[in-house]
């Protein structure tokens, strides 16, 4: 059974290409936000080759899987937390797809921009999501000795819902 987002109605929430923009903790502690539950939930959801989308936040939660997937096949032949680092901030540089555009993985999951400030507001938050989940994510890749954590770096092998990670 796959995991689903616990964020189902998030009343007053701003939707861009027919998804929430959900907050995000941004490293103070506090209540789980999205990039949280992507985390936690990796491990059990890479396996599945289907998602059926209960509510707009596993949209989400799907995007974030299939980030985690990529970031650890970057992190994969990094041997220590410096290397693995610079991996993540060259994958923060590149440019961040949107719907509509090419190198979007997911065509049909979310509604084209309506407009150009939706299309950048959708962007833009897509590059937060991705910058915060990869600060996160290295605490989960790397020991705090700064090796690498060989239990979560073996899921880079695994294919997301048959996606083919580049």
């Known amino acids: 059974m796959v995991y689903h ?3 189902v ?3 007053g929430t701003i939707q861009a290409c027919g998804c929430p923009l959900l907050p995000l903790k941004s490293h103070i502690r ?6 949280d539950e992507a985390i936690t939930f990796f491990r059990a959801n890479v396996f599945f080759r289907k998602f059926e989308v209960k509510s707009p936040a596993d949209k989400l939660l799907i995007y ?3 980030f985690i997937n990529m970031a650890l096949k970057r992190l994969e032949g990094c041997r220590t937390l410096a290397e693995g680092t610079k991996a993540i901030i060259n994958l923060g540089l590149e440019k961040v797809p949107i719907p509509g555009e090419p190198g979007f993985p997911f065509g049909g999951l979310f509604a084209l921009p309506q407009a ?6 959708f962007r833009n938050y897509l590059k937060q999501l991705r910058e915060e989940t990869s600060g ?3 605490n989960c890749a790397y020991r705090p000795n700064g090796t ?5 770096l073996a899921f880079a092998k695994r294919k997301f819902m048959n996606i083919v990670v580049p």
């Open 116 to 121: 150009q400030q939706e299309a950048e507001l």
């Open 5 to 7: 987002s616990s964020f």
């Open 30 to 35: 506090g209540k789980t936000d999205i990039i």
């Open 64 to 66: 974030l899987t299939l």
């Open 9 to 11: 109605n998030e009343e």
């Open 148 to 152: 690498p954590n060989k239990w979560w």
């Open 136 to 138: 996160r994510l290295l």
